[in-house]
């Protein structure tokens, strides 16, 4: 299994970008596909995430400007972010995991940085 991040970069505050997870060798429908993040000296936190059948869950700070979506034609998985903040700024990961058999995949992360 691998798992691709792209799309991280600088952007202004209020700004937007969309992030890419490319996933090989995974099928999405049996894998809560996530976004976490982690920023310097802090703990890596849960973004937003893709349940099974559909189902989103966001992180409260993200709630109304992330969106998480997964086209299943191109195995990807995107984190559209709008209305950036600086508090946003952190590496960004994509996380692939099962539920009942603790099988547990990470990218290797891009950067986001929010800065005028």
């Known amino acids: 299994v691998q798992l691709v991040e792209s799309g991280g970069g600088l952007a202004q505050p209020g700004g937007s970008l969309r992030l890419s997870c490319a996933a090989s060798d995974l099928n999405f429908a049996f894998y809560i596909m996530g976004w976490y993040r982690q920023a310097p000296g802090k703990p890596r936190e849960l973004v937003a995430e893709?349940?099974?059948?559909?189902?989103?869950n966001y992180a409260d700070s993200v709630k109304g400007r992330f969106t998480v979506n997964i086209d299943n034609n191109k195995n990807t998985l995107y984190l559209q972010m709008n209305s950036l903040k600086p508090e946003d700024t952190a590496v960004y990961y994509c996380?692939?995991?099962?539920?009942?058999?603790?099988?547990?995949?990470w990218g290797q992360g891009t950067q986001v940085t929010v800065s005028a």
């Open positions: 893709n349940l099974y059948r559909g189902a989103t």
């Open positions: 996380n692939a995991r099962t539920q009942t058999t603790g099988l547990d995949y």
